[in-house]
Structure formats: C-alpha cells, structure tokens
C-alpha cells in the first residue's frame, strides 16, 4: 500500500501503527517522526510561519474572505506519488487540506485513491481515527493496542491526579486571542484542573482579555496552535496589551508545545496531558517555564 498523509496527526498515527514504510508522501508541516523527514512535500501554504501571530491571522481571514484555500494540495506530486490511501481531515481548514479538496484531486488519479477523513474533536474521536487508519492499513489489532496504551496512560495520570480542582486557562493563539477546546479540556481535567473559557468537543473560543482575566484563572498554560516553545516565547514577547501583562505578571504561566503535545490528534496527546500535569504540580515556581518530556535536555 501506498499512503499519503496530509496533516501531521495522520503522520504520526501511522508512525504509532509502527509502519511507516508505507508512507509516500506527507505535508509541509509534518516535523514527526524524524524517519519520515526525507518524504515528498505534497502540501504548501503562501502564510509565511516566521510572521507574527497577528500577521499571520491577517492573512488567513484574507484567503478566507477571498476564496482562497490556506494550504494547497500539489495535484500533480500527487499523480506521480500515485497513491492507495489519502489521509486527510474534515476539521480544520487553516490547519491541512481540507477532505473537499483531497477528495476532488483524487477523483481524478489513475485509479483514484481512497480518501480517510480523520474527524476527532475530543478524545473519543482520536482513538475513532486511530482504530479508522488500523483499519485502512490492515493494522487492526496493532491500533486496538495503541488505542488501549494510550488510554491506560491516562488512566494512571487520572488516578495520581485525584478530583480536577486548579482553574486552568488554555491558550491556543495570543493575537487574537483563542482559547484551545476540542480534546484540550478532558486532557486537563485527566491532569486534575478545570479547564476554563472553552468546551471540550467544542471549537477553539476566540476571547478578549478582559473576559479571561474574569474567569479567575489559577494557572495559564500557553499551547500555541502550530509553534512550539521558542516560537511560543517569541508571541509572548510581542504582546503589548496592558489587560495581557497584567493576567500574564500575577498567575503562574507555564509554556507546552502545543505544535507537539495538544493541536494534533494523534497518540502524543497523551504526552500534552502530562505536560498539563508537570504544570499542575509545578505551578509555583517561575512565573514563565516550559515542559519538556522526560529525558529531553
């Protein structure tokens, strides 16, 4: 079989099935595993990632407004990657190609390849589209086995992290500012807080900062939607809203790599809930840390 994924959580579902061999092809923004990195981009996006977060919120509600898909899909690597299987996704378009698009090039692929959408907007539906691709790639026991290790992980966690209490406030972008949803909630109240200002399964909840300030947050985690720690360091610098600093100089703020550990719904979620964890239990230290995973310097 021969695969091509257009989102990174696809990539690193198949690299958690243990056979990335079949792997063709993948996006632009697929960065894990490091066995996979020497692939064919089949993905491009004109929004340049060095932008400010304003900057680049700008410019994706222009596209939008003017028709334009964020992330474009080359039809043509396509034709000659000729693939089996396109894994693409139904969520999010400013995120991977969208399924509309994956479906109409491979409609026209000789033969046509098959589309997967992944569809997870909590966790429920990760493990769906973790035991959906097992299926795809004839995996079907190995991704029954991820599903349950990756759910047994959290069980553990949930039970050392006792009745969720800490209000934790979760933010996906800084400029605007977004509050992360989806499966971001149950990852925090499985690391015993209370997540704030967004519904799990829902979408991300754009919100001013003086509301957020009134939701009395207790902790304030940073998980920025595509960047990981230094980048997320970066957007905090450029922030120059007083009602911002204020929150920001007064509640414990801990950085996670959102671009590894919470935007992507794949099985390193769980790693995003022991980040959720670390901070929980640290939240008295520095007022600004950063999570890394056991054994990384």
Same mark, same amino acid.
């Given at each position: 079989?021969?695969?091509?994924?257009?989102?990174?959580?696809?990539?690193?579902?198949?690299?958690?099935?243990?056979? &990335?061999?079949?792997?063709?092809?993948?996006?632009?923004?697929?960065?894990?595993?490091?066995?996979?990195?020497?692939?064919?981009?089949? &993905?491009?996006?004109?929004?340049?990632?060095?932008?400010?977060?304003?900057?680049?919120?700008r410019?994706?509600r222009?596209?939008?407004e003017?028709?334009?898909?964020?992330?474009a899909?080359?039809?043509?690597?396509?034709r000659?990657?000729?693939?089996?299987?396109?894994?693409?996704?139904?969520?999010?378009?400013?995120?991977?190609?969208?399924?509309?698009?994956?479906?109409?090039?491979?409609?026209?692929?000789?033969?046509?390849?098959?589309v997967?959408?992944?569809r997870?907007?909590?966790?429920?539906g990760?493990?769906?589209?973790i035991?959906?691709?097992?299926?795809?790639?004839?995996?079907?026991?190995?991704?029954?086995?991820?599903?349950l290790?990756?759910?047994?992980?959290?069980?553990?966690?949930?039970?050392?992290?006792?009745?969720?209490?800490?209000?934790v406030?979760?933010?996906?972008w800084?400029?605007?500012?977004?509050?992360?949803?989806?499966?971001?909630?149950?990852?925090?109240?499985?690391?015993?807080?209370?997540?704030?200002?967004?519904?799990?399964?829902?979408?991300s909840?754009?919100?001013?900062?003086?509301?957020?300030?009134?939701?009395?947050?207790?902790?304030?985690?940073?998980?920025?939607?595509?960047?990981?720690?230094?980048r997320?360091?970066?957007?905090?610098?450029?922030?120059?809203?007083?009602?911002?600093?204020?929150?920001?100089?007064?509640?414990?703020?801990?950085?996670?790599?959102?671009?590894?550990?919470?935007?992507?719904?794949?099985?390193?979620?769980?790693?995003?809930?022991?980040?959720?964890?670390?901070?929980?239990?640290?939240?008295?230290g520095?007022?600004?840390?950063?999570?890394?995973?056991?054994g990384?310097?």
């Open positions: 079989m021969r695969v091509v994924t257009l989102l990174p959580a696809a990539t690193e579902i198949v690299a958690g099935l243990g056979d &990335t061999s079949v792997l063709v092809g993948i996006s632009h923004e697929c960065d894990y595993p490091p066995d996979v990195q020497h692939l064919p981009r089949v &993905t491009t996006t004109p929004i340049d990632p060095a932008a400010a977060g304003a900057s680049i919120d410019d994706v222009r596209m939008h003017a028709g334009q898909p964020v992330i899909l080359n039809a043509e690597q396509l000659q990657l000729a693939p089996d299987l396109i894994i693409a996704q139904e969520q999010c378009e400013v995120c991977a190609v969208s399924d509309g698009q994956a479906h109409r090039i491979a409609a026209t692929l000789q033969p046509p390849a098959t997967l959408s992944l997870a907007r909590d966790l429920a990760v493990w769906s589209d035991r959906a691709v097992g299926v795809a790639l004839n995996l079907e026991a190995r991704a029954d086995e991820l599903v290790e990756l759910q047994s992980r959290l069980q553990l966690l949930r039970s050392r992290a006792g009745s969720p209490s800490l209000r406030l979760c933010i996906e800084l400029d605007p500012l977004f509050l992360a949803g989806h499966w971001v909630p149950e990852l925090v109240a499985t690391a015993g807080g209370v997540s704030i200002g967004a519904q799990p399964g829902g979408h909840t754009r919100r001013s900062w003086s509301e957020v300030a009134g939701l009395r947050p207790d902790l304030i985690l940073v998980m920025l939607c595509g960047f990981g720690v230094d997320a360091r970066i957007e905090l610098d450029r922030l120059a809203c007083p009602e911002a600093l204020e929150l920001l100089s007064r509640v414990p703020t801990w950085i996670i790599d959102g671009n590894a550990y919470t935007s992507r719904g794949g099985p390193r979620v769980v790693d995003g809930a022991e980040s959720i964890r670390s901070a929980i239990e640290q939240r008295a520095d007022r600004v840390q950063a999570w890394q995973p056991a990384v310097c």
